[in-house]
């Protein structure tokens, strides 16, 4: 299974513009790469999700150069509901759908 | 996206006691789930991948004895943490995948029970 590696925290300030990297240097040529929020005490919600170049949703966008053995989930203007953990996962496992959660990023949004 | 319910949202239960957690696809039938255990301040760590009619897979360090899944139907999969103990307390958060949503691709996230023995 591909591990991903991400930095542990980040602040940033409301209205900045996020971007957090994910490392996923063995990375299969089937796997997908997505990315998830958590807030506290509540299941992980799904963001994005690419395979490769640029994917852009109406809450963020995510940057796969064509290596694909790295991502960037990029934030517009962030706001304090937006302090969470942010997962990047890679995967599913061939026919097991299973994925495998990295430590994630905290992310903490200042007023 | 789909949705997922989990059933109980928290639990409280004395110690040597077994406790069901259920896990719900409501608009979809999932041939998969998924179950994960989250302790605080830490990642989600996957305990078991259940498919409907079938044993479930479990982890390895996840002992199935004590942590019993069943996958009945295609939008049900129950998860029985037996003779409970106080360092089962944990958050318990299911997923679902499959089925006419798609394939594997993007699991559904269930909003999670948090279990909490006595």
């Known amino acids: 299974l591909a591990k991903t590696t991400q930095p542990i925290s980040m602040d940033s300030y409301e209205g900045q513009e996020v971007n957090i990297t994910c490392s996923h240097n063995n990375i299969a040529t089937n796997d997908y790469i997505t990315w998830y929020q958590q807030f506290p005490s509540q299941g992980p919600r799904f963001i994005i999700q690419?395979?490769?170049t640029k994917v852009t949703n109406e809450v963020a966008s995510l940057f796969i150069p064509a290596d694909r053995k790295s991502s960037t989930l990029s934030l517009p203007r962030v706001s304090l509901s937006d302090t969470a953990v942010y997962y990047c996962?890679?995967?599913?496992?061939?026919?097991?759908?299973?994925?495998?959660f990295g430590q994630g990023t905290t992310l903490q949004v200042k007023p | 996206g789909a949705v997922v319910s989990q059933h109980p949202s928290r639990v409280i239960c004395k110690s040597g006691t077994s406790v069901k957690i259920e896990c719900r696809s409501l608009d979809f039938q999932a041939t998969t789930m998924f179950w994960y255990r989250q302790f605080p301040k830490q990642s989600l760590m996957l305990m078991a991948t259940s498919n409907e009619g079938s044993k479930a897979t479990y982890e390895q360090g996840v002992e199935k004895d004590k942590f019993l899944i069943n996958h009945a139907s295609l939008t049900l999969s129950t998860l029985t943490v037996t003779s409970a103990h106080p360092e089962d307390s944990s958050f318990y958060i299911c997923s679902a995948a499959g089925g006419a949503k798609g394939s594997y691709n993007e699991q559904f996230f269930g909003p999670g029970t948090r279990l909490t023995v006595l």
């Open positions: 996962l890679v995967g599913p496992s061939g026919n097991t759908g299973k994925l495998i």
């Open positions: 690419g395979y490769k």
